[in-house]
């Protein structure tokens, strides 16, 4: 079973603070993704990539950046937190082609 | 603009009844297609995919796919209180990275 795990479930931090998160999935999967979820808005895309130092920016990708410098961990980073990145940040993966995502579990951040 | 649309409900069926969810997408290029389920506060689990026009089955779950009218659904049989969720219709319009596009979901109520 695949397995995709992000690092924090919970997380406060103050506006301005660099923020880090982390996800790592253990099948050995090509592509991995950062949506964040907010209701109303659905799931959008902020980045995603399909291979090791490899990166594309999705369809909300001002204000974050990525790293993937190992095929298994994906971190998406906020360079300076701002209250708007206040949400639900998911983590996905999955093999070459069309087949479906795997998400973590999710990692609900605020920022105050 | 890659659209996926769903009505937000939510969706009322009595318990044994069948729910119908439906979406549309606008980008005629789309090559497969997901429906995920998202129990409130949690990250979404793959519930279906179809990749061509038709029913495709899978236990009480059937997903119908009309290319030509840009339409893919999903039927839930027999419905329990435990599908009480949202379901997300996503599509892949492919390209590289395996990239998706997620409907905002409507919530499904079933009631004893």
């Known amino acids: 079973d695949v397995k995709v795990t992000q690092s924090s479930r919970y997380l406060v931090k103050r506006t301005g603070e660099k923020v880090f998160l982390e996800c790592v999935q253990d099948?050995?999967?090509?592509?991995m993704f950062w949506y964040r979820q907010d209701p109303g808005l659905g799931l959008r895309l902020i980045y995603f990539?399909?291979?090791?130092?490899?990166?594309e920016k999705g369809d909300i990708p001002e204000g974050y950046s990525v790293s993937r410098e190992k095929k298994e961990r994906f971190s998406l980073i906020l360079e300076s937190a701002s209250t708007n990145q206040t949400s639900m940040y998911l983590c996905?993966?999955?093999?070459?082609?069309?087949?479906?995502?795997?998400f973590g579990n999710g990692t609900r951040l605020t920022v105050t | 603009q890659k659209e996926v649309e769903q009505n937000s409900g939510p969706l009322s069926v009595p318990e044994g009844a069948i729910a119908s969810l439906n979406c549309t997408y606008s980008?005629?290029?789309?090559?497969?297609f997901f429906w995920y389920r998202q129990y409130s506060g949690k990250s979404p689990e793959l519930i279906m995919f179809?990749?061509?026009?038709g029913d495709k089955e899978d236990g009480r779950f059937t997903a119908q796919l009309n290319k030509a009218s840009q339409y893919v659904s999903l039927l839930i049989r027999d419905s329990q209180p435990s599908d009480s969720a949202t379901y997300l219709c996503?599509?892949?319009?492919?390209?590289?990275?395996?990239?998706?596009?997620f409907g905002t979901g409507t919530q499904l109520k079933v009631e004893l």
């Open positions: 996905a993966s999955s093999r070459t082609g069309m087949s479906p995502l795997h």
């Open positions: 980008d005629r290029g789309s090559q497969s």
């Open positions: 996503a599509v892949n319009s492919g390209g590289g990275g395996n990239k998706l596009t």
């Open positions: 179809i990749y061509s026009n």
């Open positions: 099948m050995d999967h090509e592509n």
């Open positions: 990539s399909y291979d090791v130092k490899m990166k």
